[in-house]
């Protein structure tokens, strides 16, 4: 094993040969190979707290990748309209409340909302209660004993600019860039990828190939004809058109997502424009009515034409298929909802970091490669799923969503909440038990109980204690920065007027 060839230079190509780079260098010869001409996606702005730990992996600077992304701070998503019109509320990262004895904060809560003696549960997260108030800081590490140790955050940015800033990193570490359209891929005898072939005859050979190339999976599908899992009947939005806007203010630091009848619209705060788009099912609009209703449906003046993308939800049957593995749109597509394909990209580079081969006929890992993968984007579509599911919305769309048969995972994890509020993070699942709670509670899916041994403690116990919660993160959003003025100290990017 001695040269990997990355072909693609959108997000997932150039957030692979940055990471790789760095921590392969001197080991293998890493190439990536893309076209100017082909281009990127251009889309994917939206990310969750875990980027931080790549950003750690590849040692980036975070106020240097803010300011030449033109980033934003992200503290949750703020779903509007989703269980019905007139509703909206935020999933905010990080811990909610804090445990009392042994048991989660959101039983003592639940006791407490029986009885009409609390406030809404949103006011125990301080990820919330900041994004509200268009508040952040980072979090303190010397202050573990307050709310303000304890705030989570991840990042809004521009994706050109994010996939240029990484291209810079990974050619530091010896990367080497080679532009050209591949129009031809060779097999070996058994059927390996041997090389591609760029337009002018170049033949790139390589021992091992990370698939980066998009949807069209130009080696994992194209060339290896691996298959495709769809799972469009749980996730039924097939189209999406993206278009920026003019920058408003103030610079919210949340992500929202705002439902609509034929699917949904993101609007994604960056400083120099807003990102906006709208995720649709065909069978319920076509394309150019769609296309009115995000235009329709803008904070500023359109900054460029839409761009109109279709996709099938789901993903390919095996990641990692023979000698190429399959990293970013490649890969699979899960709509947007909760800015979870970039952390795909992140974790599945990670988990073939962690299960590099040092032969190419390894099948043992290559097979835990793919069970680790199938585990985390099945979790991943289920958590999507339940926000479909959970609706109260008019229109035919949400009909449909609401009554359709949901994968047994996901029907397991409501039966339980329903029976009594109880949630468990599976394995390295992605979502907290949190994110589950928040999204079950905004969508309309309260528990018929709570855990019983919420009675070790009194009522008034219970309410001075949540009620103690509340007013600490109330003293401490207080205090804490806008928004804005925290980027225009932290991490200004230079103005594109
Ligand atoms: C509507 C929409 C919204 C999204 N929003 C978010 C979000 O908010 N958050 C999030 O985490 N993710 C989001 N995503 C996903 C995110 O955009 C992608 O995960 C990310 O951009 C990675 O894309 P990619 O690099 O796999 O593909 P691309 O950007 O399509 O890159 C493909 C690369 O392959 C190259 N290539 C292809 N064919 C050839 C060839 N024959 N020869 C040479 N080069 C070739 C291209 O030139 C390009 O460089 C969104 C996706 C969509 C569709």
């Keep these: 094993m001695r040269k990997i060839l990355?072909?693609?230079?959108?997000?997932?190509?150039?957030?692979?040969?940055?990471?790789?780079?760095?921590?392969?260098?001197?080991?293998?010869?890493?190439?990536?190979?893309?076209?100017?001409?082909?281009?990127?996606?251009?889309?994917?702005e939206a990310t969750i707290p875990a980027i931080k730990k790549y950003n750690e992996l590849v040692q980036l600077?975070?106020?240097?990748?803010?300011?030449?992304?033109?980033?934003?701070?992200?503290?949750?998503?703020?779903?509007?309209?989703?269980?019905?019109?007139?509703?909206?509320?935020?999933?905010?990262?990080?811990?909610?409340?804090?445990d009392w004895e042994w048991l989660r904060c959101h039983h003592y809560w639940l006791r407490a909302n029986q009885r009409g003696r609390?406030?809404?549960?949103?006011?125990?997260?301080?990820?919330?209660?900041?994004?509200?108030?268009?508040?952040?800081?980072?979090?303190?590490?010397?202050?573990a004993e307050s709310p303000i140790g304890h705030i989570a955050h991840a990042f809004h940015f521009d994706a050109s600019l994010y996939a240029k800033y990484l291209r810079g990193l990974a050619e530091q570490h010896g990367v080497k860039r080679t532009e050209g359209k591949i129009v031809d891929v060779a097999l070996t005898a058994t059927g390996d990828i041997a090389a591609?072939?760029?337009?002018?005859?170049?033949?790139?050979?390589?021992?091992?190939?990370?698939?980066?190339?998009?949807?069209?999976?130009?080696?994992?599908?194209?060339?290896?004809?691996?298959?495709?899992?769809?799972?469009?009947?749980?996730?039924?939005?097939?189209?999406?058109?993206?278009?920026?806007?003019?920058?408003?203010?103030?610079?919210?630091?949340?992500?929202?997502?705002?439902?609509?009848?034929?699917?949904?619209?993101?609007?994604?705060?960056?400083?120099?424009?807003?990102?906006?788009?709208?995720?649709?099912?065909?069978?319920?609009?076509?394309?150019?009515?769609?296309?009115?209703?995000?235009?329709a449906n803008l904070d500023g003046a359109p900054l460029a034409t839409p761009n109109r993308l279709r996709f099938t939800s789901g993903k390919r049957r095996k990641m990692w298929n023979r000698n190429c593995v399959a990293l970013g749109l490649a890969g699979g597509f899960l709509e947007p909802l909760e800015s979870t394909s970039i952390h795909l990209v992140q974790s599945a580079a990670i988990r073939l970091v962690r299960l590099f081969p040092d032969a190419l006929d390894d099948q043992a890992t290559i097979d835990e490669f793919n069970r680790q993968s199938?585990?985390?984007?099945?979790?991943?579509?289920?958590?999507?799923?339940?926000?479909?599911?959970?609706?109260?919305?008019?229109?035919?769309?949400?009909?449909?969503?609401?009554?359709?048969?949901?994968?047994?995972?996901?029907?397991?994890?409501?039966?339980?909440?329903?029976?009594?509020?109880?949630?468990?993070?599976?394995?390295?699942?992605?979502?907290?038990?949190?994110?589950?709670?928040?999204?079950?509670?905004?969508?309309?899916?309260?528990?018929?109980?709570?855990?019983p041994l919420v009675g070790i403690k009194s009522d008034p116990q219970i309410e001075q204690f949540l009620g103690n919660i509340a007013a600490t993160i109330d003293r401490c959003v207080e205090v804490m920065p806008d928004h804005e003025a925290y980027i225009k100290t932290f991490c200004p990017a230079e103005s594109t007027a």
């Design 118 to 143: 609390v406030r809404d549960f949103a006011d125990y997260s301080i990820n919330t209660a900041a994004a509200l108030k268009n508040k952040f800081m980072h979090a303190r590490a010397d202050l």
């Design 374 to 451: 199938d585990f985390e984007w099945e979790r991943v579509r289920d958590f999507v799923a339940l926000h479909y599911w959970a609706n109260q919305r008019p229109g035919a769309l949400w009909d449909y969503c609401r009554t359709m048969e949901l994968p047994a995972t996901l029907q397991r994890k409501i039966d339980l909440w329903r029976s009594n509020g109880r949630i468990f993070r599976e394995d390295e699942e992605l979502f907290s038990e949190e994110s589950w709670i928040q999204v079950f509670l905004g969508q309309g899916i309260t528990p018929r109980a709570y855990d």
């Design 196 to 295: 591609v072939t760029v337009e002018g005859g170049q033949r790139i050979d390589a021992d091992f190939f990370i698939d980066c190339s998009g949807f069209r999976g130009l080696l994992i599908e194209q060339t290896l004809k691996t298959g495709y899992d769809d799972w469009s009947q749980w996730l039924p939005c097939d189209r999406a058109i993206a278009v920026p806007c003019a920058r408003t203010s103030p610079l919210l630091p949340y992500t929202r997502s705002t439902a609509r009848e034929p699917g949904w619209q993101w609007r994604i705060p960056l400083q120099h424009r807003t990102g906006n788009g709208l995720v649709y099912s065909s069978k319920h609009i076509d394309d150019d009515a769609a296309e009115a209703l995000l235009l």
């Design 61 to 98: 600077d975070e106020a240097e990748f803010m300011r030449r992304t033109q980033g934003t701070f992200k503290l949750g998503i703020q779903f509007v309209d989703w269980l019905k019109p007139g509703k909206d509320y935020i999933h905010g990262f990080g811990v909610i409340g804090q």
């Design 6 to 44: 990355i072909v693609g230079g959108g997000t997932a190509g150039w957030m692979s040969a940055a990471l790789f780079g760095k921590l392969f260098q001197g080991l293998y010869d890493i190439e990536l190979v893309e076209s100017e001409a082909i281009g990127t996606i251009g889309v994917g």
